[in-house]
Structures are given as C-alpha cells and as structure tokens.
C-alpha cells in the first residue's frame, strides 16, 4: 500500500452564527460519552461497577466536568504556559485539550462521585477505565479531521503516509497563517477547504476584511491551490490514525479480553484501572517515535523536542503513568479482594 490523500474534510459540521460552531472535534466527545454511559449501565447493572444504573449519568456528569477542566488546565500546564491567561483558557472551542491531563482531571471526578455516593473509589476507576478507549479512537479520528497531532516526516514509499495542509510548509506556501490573522481559525480551515476545491472562495471571504488593495483579495486567491503546492510538501505519518488504533481500539481489546475472562470472579479493585494505565502508556510511549514533536519543544539544536533523559514531552507523561498503573496493579493483587465482596453476573 502507498501513500494516501488527505480527505481534507470540514471540521466543522454544522456552521452558526459566532464564534462557536458544531465541530466534529466536539460531536465525537460526545460520542465517547454515549459509549462510556452504555458500558457503564451495563457494568452496573452485572454489578461490577457497585452503583444503581440510575447513577451513571450523575458519573457521566462528573467525567465530563472532569475531562474539560483536567484537559485544559492541563494542555495549559504541559504544552502551552500562554493559556495561563484566563481570557484564553476558557475558550476551549478553539482546542487545546491534553489526554494526561484530562484523565487526572477524570481520576479526580470519580473521587468525589465515589465520596458522593458512598462506594469503593477502586471499582468506579475500573469501571470507568474499561468505558473510555471508545472515547479516545472517537477523538483521535477528530484529530485526523482537524489535520492536527500529524506525524513526523516519512517517505512516500511508507505505507499510509499523507501530506496534510497543517505542516508548516503547506501553511506557508497556502498562507494559511496570514488567514488566521485576519479571520481566525475558521478562516484557516475555510482556507483549506477553498484550495482543495471543497468551497468556494467567496466563503471564505465573509471572514476576511476589507482588501486594503482593492482587488477583493485576487493574490490570495492565487495561492490557494493545493495541487500547486503540493509536491513541495514533505510525506508524514498520520500519527492520528496510529493513536485511534493503538490507544482507542488495542487497549480496548486488551481490557476487553481481560473483563470477559474475569468477570465471574472479577480482579482485585484498581487491576483493571491499572491495566488501562499501562498499556495505553506502552502504546502512547511507542507511538510518539511517529508523532511530530511539539512545537515549543523543539529547537535548532533538538529536533526531536526532549524534555527530559531524551523523551519527548508525551513520552515523560507515559512513564510516570505506566508507574502509577504498575503501582494500582501491585496495590490490588496485594490487598486482595474484600470478603464480603459479590461476584459479578
């Protein structure tokens, strides 16, 4: 198989009037927690997770809050200081969400749901472990759409290796960045959309200001077209895809098999947790030798943007998340199963 074209889809899904639209970034968290809210009335209603059916969508309520506050603060934290800003923080319809941070954000919420109704905090984090990989292919395929989180740079020989219209070489050849100046983000992906011939240029005028030569932006015009540019743009990776089938749908498996073969006589409470700790840890930490290093990180003299003892940013995180897994494994098989504890049906 060789390389593949970028579908170049809209973001957006349904355009209204503002600054906030129905994205597909946001239509498929939604999704992920519609699948999390069916899984886990199934787990409770098999007893596994030891709460009334009817409580779930208060734990629903809890993750969501969770998954945003945790997210940003802390996309904020590890990847961009500038939205310590709370005008720019808040504004999460432009994106910015960190997976470490939400799931310490998730961790946090199911605390204070357990607290709240009184039941072992163990199995409301292994129950929510086992409903969350839907939700993470869901938005890794989000990502693909947003032509986000691309790969590093590959041949055209690399089997599924794409050029998207975000590298920064594109950006500049299509002057995507001037367009996020005078019209925002929605301009950029208009911008997009218009030289892949998926829109008309007139749309993508409705954001722009006034030309300040007259000429109702005719130079701009020019330049969008990717099939003229496009051979000047380097092959990738798309990362995005390895993520939705490593971290979405491997880890779902993995904690897939190990439930079905459990659950007549469940695991100690914090195993399944923790095996969801370390293979999403051991699939995220692989997968970041395909992943474009961020941004910030990178320098003339580190291209591969290491943080810390070579690793890149992602990579730090998922060793300090493959300890805790390892950590809430040994807890649970040394603490063992409670006696009075019910088998699950």
Known sequence: MGPLTFPAWDPVLIDLPGPIDVRWYGLMYIVGFAC???????????RFLPVDPVAVGDLIVYAVVGTILGGRLGYALFYDQGLADPLKLVRIWEGGLAFHGGLIGVAIAMALFARRHRVRIGRVFDATALA???????????????????????????PFAMRFPTDPRASALLQLDTLRELGGKRAEELGVLVAWGKRPFEDLVAYLPRDPDGKDWAS????L?????????????????????????????VLLVVYLFTRRRPLPRFTYCGIFLCSYAAVRFALENFRQPDAQFRGPDDELGTVLLGLTMGQTLCAVMLLA???????????????NEVPAT
Request: charged residues 20%.
């Open 36 to 46: 999390a809210h069916w899984l886990l009335v199934r787990l409770a209603r098999a």
């Open 132 to 158: 969350v990989t839907p939700g993470i292919f869901a938005v890794r395929c989000a990502n693909f759409i947003n032509g986000e989180l691309f790969g590093r740079t590959t041949s055209a020989e690399m």
């Open 220 to 223: 701009l015009r020019a330049v």
């Open 225 to 253: 077209d990717w099939s003229k540019v496009q051979e000047q743009v380097p092959w990738r990776h798309p990362s995005q895809l390895y993520e939705a089938a490593g971290e979405g749908i491997f880890c779902g498996l």
């Open 325 to 339: 897994g390892f950590v809430a494994i040994g807890y649970g098989l040394t603490r063992g199963r409670e006696p």
